[in-house]
């Protein structure tokens, strides 16, 4: 029998899902190539990016158990049982994730971005490029062109400019499977934005972000360290998770104008002491005042777009695909997942390209879609819900309906976070589940209340003898209208 040719594909990103998706790739037979923008994240000092710790949950957690890295990124990462809500006035308010065992772990993006490289470097046929900057491709053809970037202190890349006469590198490949995975700003994307019938939107939020320190207190975690503590003040939030140096990353969520506002040090402190005081002692008033000048905030932005292939050539994935609002934490999860649906569709259709792209596109976007919108949802959740005793209510007979029912009756945020049921299935069901808690509340208080109301009567109608007569014959008056305007 004639053997097989092997195919080739070419990962464009080397973040957190291009390195996952490089190892499924190389397990699947391909010959494997990845293209990074950047320098190689394991041999530099500082890493300049977004957020320092991320959570990962159930979904992630699957995808990186099918490549054998579970274990390995557990380990090092931190288990987050509850939220931890800091009121203004310093109160603290532990709100479960779910049932005592479930939780979400705090693990540090760029150790579990290196754990991926070095698992996808060790795989059979496959080779890292790194500052391999894509900067045009044919989709169609399978055709890619790289600009190399220099980097201070690489000899070889630097010794190829110095022979190019300074003059810009460009490497060109061709290949069976471009695998876009080039981040919220994807240059492939923008190669699919220019073709027919391609739908793309995206919307930046009002508000931007920006990473502030509590570090260890004499040696030790300065807050309690198995939660994800919020500070919601409704319009905007603060948020801190732990590291394994017993550190906190705080993430200030707040709208560009409020951080315009602040301007000097002492603003910064003013502002902090009347909104989070609680924080100011732990993160110190000097790292404060250094720390939020020295980088502006961040913008946020979610992205949906459909199809999410070309033909049998090129997929995109993760944030290319569908960057979303960082409040569900479910941006790194799903783009894992991503991956993971992708094997499970390769196989399904014994890896023939011009069947698994297309299938991939329409199985995965309602689930994109539907993550995105939650993710936006839970923005409101997070930073003003949190402080609504209806909320915390209907969070206890969430947990309750799930206890005596646990197959039925899933909370929206175990569904999204400890579960692989599938995004758009998970909305249609807390809207039906809403609708049954809504309806069984309602039943519940008008119960009461006819209950209520027929105890009373039985109760007055006993000691009916004992009323005076006037006020009998006022109350009977009343009940029937005799004094309605
Ligand atoms: P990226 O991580 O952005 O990687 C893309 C890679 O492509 C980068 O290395 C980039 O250098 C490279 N690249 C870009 N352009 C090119 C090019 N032209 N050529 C070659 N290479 C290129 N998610 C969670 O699940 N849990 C969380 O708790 C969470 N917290 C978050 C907090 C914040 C503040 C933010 C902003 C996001 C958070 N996320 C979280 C989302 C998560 O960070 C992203 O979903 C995840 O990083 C997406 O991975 P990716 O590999 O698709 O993209």
């Known amino acids: 029998m004639e053997k097989q040719k092997q195919k080739s594909a070419a990962v ?47 979904r992630g957690r699957q995808a990186l158990k099918k490549v054998g890295l579970e274990d390995q990124v557990v380990q090092d990462g931190i288990p987050m049982y509850a939220r931890m809500i800091h009121d203004l006035n310093g109160t603290l308010r532990p709100i479960p994730y779910g049932k005592s065992d479930q939780y979400i772990m705090s693990v540090d993006r760029r150790k579990l971005n290196e754990t991926l490289l070095t698992a996808a470097e060790e795989r059979p046929d496959v080779t890292l490029h790194f500052q391999h900057k894509l900067v045009s491709c044919d989709l169609e053809k399978g055709k890619l062109t790289f600009k190399i970037e220099p980097a201070n202190g690489d000899d070889s890349l630097d010794q190829t400019y110095q022979r190019n006469g300074g003059e810009d590198v460009h ?51 300065a807050m309690a360290i198995n939660y ?63 720390t939020y000048f020295r980088l502006p905030p961040l913008p946020l932005v979610s992205v949906k777009c459909f199809p999410y292939h070309v033909s049998d050539k090129a997929v995109i994935m993760g944030d290319a695909a569908h960057a979303m609002v960082p409040f569900y934490g479910q941006g790194m999860n799903c783009g894992f997942e991503d991956c993971l649906v992708f094997d499970e569709i390769m196989e399904k259709l014994d890896s023939d390209l011009s069947k698994v792209l297309p299938e991939y596109s329409m199985y995965r976007s309602p689930d994109a879609h539907a993550i995105n ?11 003003k819900s949190v402080n609504s005793r209806w909320f915390l209510m209907r969070k206890k007979v969430d947990a309750f309906l799930h206890a005596i029912m646990p197959r039925v009756f899933i909370p929206l945020y175990t569904m999204v976070s400890f579960t692989r049921i599938r995004y758009h299935v998970v909305i249609n069901k807390a809207k039906k589940q809403d609708v049954l808690v809504d309806n069984s509340i309602q039943a519940l208080m008008a119960l009461a209340a006819v209950g209520g109301g027929y105890f009373t009567a039985v109760a007055i109608s006993r000691h009916l003898d004992s009323i005076p007569g006037w006020l009998r014959d006022s109350v009977w008056g009343f009940l029937r209208g005799d004094f309605a305007v």
């Not at 104008?257 to 000097?286: A, N």
């Not at 919108?373 to 930073?383: G, H, P, S």
Request: aromatic content about 12%; charged content about 25%; hydrophobic content about 40%.
């Open 12 to 58: 464009v990103g080397g973040g957190l899902v291009g390195a996952m998706n490089t190892c499924y790739l190389s397990s699947r037979g391909f010959k494997v190539d990845l293209y990074e923008a950047r320098p190689d994240i394991r041999t530099m000092e500082i890493v300049r990016g977004r957020s320092i710790n991320l959570a990962l949950s159930y």
């Open 373 to 383: 919108d939650l993710a936006m949802y839970n923005y409101i959740e997070m930073r």
């Open 171 to 221: 490497v060109e490949v061709t290949t069976d499977l471009i695998m876009g995975n080039d981040g919220a700003y994807s240059a492939i994307r923008k190669h699919m934005v220019k073709r027919p019938r391609f739908n793309y939107s995206q919307e930046y939020i009002p508000h931007g972000y920006m990473e502030l320190t509590v570090p260890p207190h004499n040696g030790e975690f």
């Open 228 to 290: 994800l503590h919020i500070w919601p003040r409704n319009e905007y939030m603060m948020i801190a998770l732990p590291n394994q140096d017993k550190s906190f990353t705080l993430t200030l969520f707040m709208p560009f104008d409020m951080f315009e506002q602040l301007k000097t040090g002492d603003d910064v402190v003013k502002f902090f002491m009347e909104k989070f005081p609680d924080s100011v002692p732990l993160i110190g008033e000097e790292s404060l005042k250094e």
